[in-house]
């Protein structure tokens, strides 16, 4: 659901560039219009029902195998997340919808931005009632394996917790940064001309724009520990056991929190790039259903995301992207606008062109990335429940001394191996997810255990998977710098690039 709103904004953003230019949809179509605004959340709703039934029906005939029925769930979220931005793409880009909520004031134009994104949240809304009787069942049963192994079961889930569980965990924690990001978006904008003739440079509105957005990604987790209910985990045995963790990796953070989702979270998160904003969550179910060696596996895999930067390596990854898609997008247009040019495109096509690269680059790029990242994470959580040698427990040939567990060199104990995998199962198991259900940024959890596990008996294929690792990071750091330097030289020298001419209607 992330990506679905992150895409929900971006489609905001750009109709905001040009306005007019894509409508299929005159004034004199207003009660079109509205009709393909209302009618999206029922059908949506209709959707999403019948696919519950189904899956209820599925879990009915085969009760002893519930994945099954969570299967079909899911590849239907799936598609039902795409026809929600679609819809909403048709109804942002191809309608008169934004222009009926358009102000002059740049302050009050996030507003109109929101009463647009409005419908699009309301089919979402649409889409959880209608899966409301579905969840509830598979909520029932994650409570009776709970319950089976021997812990204190979770109240019922009743409709108002589900919203608000869901518009807390799926929605808010997107959108309020986000719209902080708009709402400077809208500012800039609005304040362009009297932005770049006090500096006297065109791109200073983007510069700004860039620098407010980057400030509100470094302090969005003090809003969003907030946003997701969380409270300081109590001294005790864990947390003395996981303050021991960050004390022999290095890790610093701020806190270490309990992520309260009335148990319907088995699982942790780590966010903040810096330690005075950087959190550590571990949902209430994850403690309550979890081992205490598999809650130091869980949190070891947080921490791996800490130690081996993940976050920063992403955002160097999307200065790449932004680089190489702005590069894009400047070459067609200054080939677009040479005097003997082949072809002439508008500035529209050109934005197209951008948006399918960064489709491309982003779908592809993005998610091989995140997914090699995910399992060197899961190799770090691996590593911190390893054992000494004499308490392993599992016949290993390739067990690390004291001083090579964390960092690696292709060595994984098996023991640590089995019991992170254990915790994987457990969260797989818990939060009623296939084991081969496929994941665009994490893989599915089936092919990381056996990933992990392979590594255990072969450190020379460890040893290939940290250094394919370390070539990636370097590449995109390369990237970067040499992107940057090319950037920073191409705007020094060129008065008015290509692309803004074209944008403010010049040959």
């Known amino acids: ?26 004034e004199e179509d207003a009660l079109w219009t509205l009709l393909i605004v209302l009618v999206q959340p029922p059908l949506l709703g209709v959707a999403a029902w019948l696919s519950a039934r189904r899956a209820l029906r599925l879990l009915t005939e085969q009760p002893d195998a519930p994945q099954v029925a969570q299967q079909s769930h899911h590849r239907t979220n799936v598609w039902l997340r795409t026809a929600i931005i679609v819809g909403f793409a048709v109804m942002v880009l191809l309608t008169r919808w934004p222009t009926w909520f358009t102000f002059e004031n740049p302050a009050l134009q996030t507003v109109g931005n929101l009463i647009v994104l ?47 569980f869901n518009l807390r965990y799926h929605l808010l924690i997107i959108i309020i940064p986000l719209t902080l990001i ?68 290095g890790l610093r953070c701020r806190d270490i929190l309990i992520w309260h989702s009335d148990g319907m979270i088995i699982n942790a998160a780590v966010m903040g790039l810096f330690p005075p904003v950087r959190f550590v969550l ?14 130091e596996a869980v949190f070891g895999h947080e921490a791996g995301h800490v130690q081996h930067r993940h976050i920063q390596h992403f955002l160097v990854f999307a200065l790449v992207g932004w680089l190489l898609i702005a590069g894009l997008m400047e070459l067609v247009a200054r080939a677009s606008s040479e005097p003997h040019s082949l072809f002439t495109l508008s500035a529209l ?58 960092t690696g060199g292709g060595r994984l104990c098996a023991t640590g191996a089995a019991v992170f995998a254990s915790a994987l199962n457990r969260v797989a198991a818990l939060n009623g997810i296939p084991s081969e259900e496929r994941s665009w940024r994490h893989s599915s959890i089936g092919s990381r255990i056996r990933f992990l596990t392979s590594l255990a008996g072969d450190p020379h294929r460890g040893a290939r998977f940290e250094r394919l690792i370390r ?37």
């Open 118 to 164: 409005s419908p699009f949240v309301v089919g979402v809304i649409a889409v959880w009632l209608a899966a409301y009787p579905l969840e509830k069942v598979i909520r029932a049963q994650t409570v009776d394996l709970v319950a089976r192994v021997g812990e204190k079961q979770s109240k019922p889930w009743r409709l108002r917790a589900y919203l608000d």
């Open 1 to 26: 659901m992330y990506l679905v709103t992150i895409l929900a904004f971006v489609i905001i953003f750009w109709q905001a560039e040009q306005p007019e230019h894509r409508l299929l949809l005159g």
């Open 471 to 507: 070539r990636v990071k370097i590449a995109m750091f390369a990237l970067a710098i040499i992107g940057s330097a090319v950037w920073l030289y191409y705007w020094a020298v060129v008065p008015e690039p290509a692309i803004l001419r074209l944008q403010a209607g010049g040959p």
């Open 182 to 249: 708009l709402f400077a978006a809208n500012m800039t904008q609005g304040y362009e001309s009297v932005l770049q003739e006090w500096s006297g440079w065109a791109w200073t509105p983007d510069l700004l724009l860039g620098a407010v957005a980057l400030g509100v990604f470094v302090v969005s987790p003090l809003i969003l520990v907030r946003v997701w209910r969380t409270v300081s985990l109590e001294a005790g045995p864990v947390r003395k056991r996981l303050e021991a963790v960050c004390g022999r990796i």
């Open 349 to 406: 096509t050109i934005q197209g062109i951008g948006v399918a690269g960064g489709i491309i680059f982003w779908g592809l790029g993005f998610g091989w990335m995140s997914r090699r990242f995910e399992r060197q994470a899961d190799l770090f959580g691996a590593r911190c429940v390893t054992p000494s040698e004499a308490g392993c427990s599992l016949p290993c040939s390739v067990h690390p001394d004291e001083k090579t567990v964390l």
């Open 282 to 295: 571990l949902s209430d179910g994850l403690l309550a259903t979890m081992d205490a060696r598999q809650i």
